[in-house]
């Protein structure tokens, strides 16, 4: 991994860790949820007046079952509190793993209340009082925390997911790039592209990937291209030097952009401290 690569798989590794840490919470918290502790009323018979600002209500019994318990709730008044709004209980008896989720210590889940309008789905304010008539004492529990641990959890997945989709985006654009200079932290065709030398690109891949295959250093081929010893490369030499290795295929400008690029002097050559500050070994 090269220093331009581990922001990327650092802030990769961040979403995922965070998303995987909400998540992780949230489930935990729906799982030791604590009806007794979020008790607001409870009773047997009678008018409940519901929290401003709450997010619904659970409703628990300390029966031996949900089905033994009957309840018969309506809305005080019976009229709608505001047009599209009404009340709505949904009962809980039929529970996919109510154990583990839905009831707490001694407390059996019946189900939900809350209110229903057109400006909101799922589980909305109850904003009328209502009557309650059931079998045995109810207790009504806020969903604050379920809520709060929901929220979370959705939070946690989209961490998750952007996470997941960052290190997808670096799969799909992942190729073989030559890395110059590694101290600079940015690869071959960052460079290169930086500089507007974006033909030369398809050269120095020919010449690193032979220098891969070869198992050549960078003072060796550097050696090999410098035909006259005298130290530096000039444009002739270094089309040679390809030519003497199989890189046959190249346009005068791909080369002229290779050289241009090296040579961070100026001076028409590339000596081996131009040719090694780029290349790594």
Known sequence: MNDASKP?????????GIGLLLMTTSLLSMLIF?????VV????DGTFS???????????????????????????PPQKFYAGYDTEFYSGCEKIMRGLFWDSGN???????S???DDCEGMCELKSSIVINASTEISIVSRAPIESAKDNLSLGFIFSMIGAGIFIYTLINQKEK??????????LDEQMKSHNLTDGLRCLFKLEAYMKSSNLSVEK????FDLNDDGNIDKEEFKMGLKEIGIEDLSQNEIDEVMSFLDTDNNGTVDLEEFKFYFAK
């Open 107 to 113: 407390q059996i889940f019946i189900g939900e209340i």
């Open 115 to 117: 209110g229903t309008h």
């Open 8 to 16: 990327v798989v650092y802030s990769m590794w961040a979403f995922v």
């Open 221 to 224: 081929i550097f050696s090999d």
């Open 50 to 76: 519901p929290e401003v600002d709450n997010e619904g209500y659970r409703i628990y019994t300390t029966a031996e079952s949900c089905e033994d318990v009957t309840i018969s709730i309506t809305t005080n």
């Open 34 to 38: 604590n009806a007794e502790a979020n």
């Open 178 to 187: 030559i890395v110059l200079n590694p101290s600079l932290g940015f690869s």
């Open 41 to 44: 009323e409870s009773l047997e």
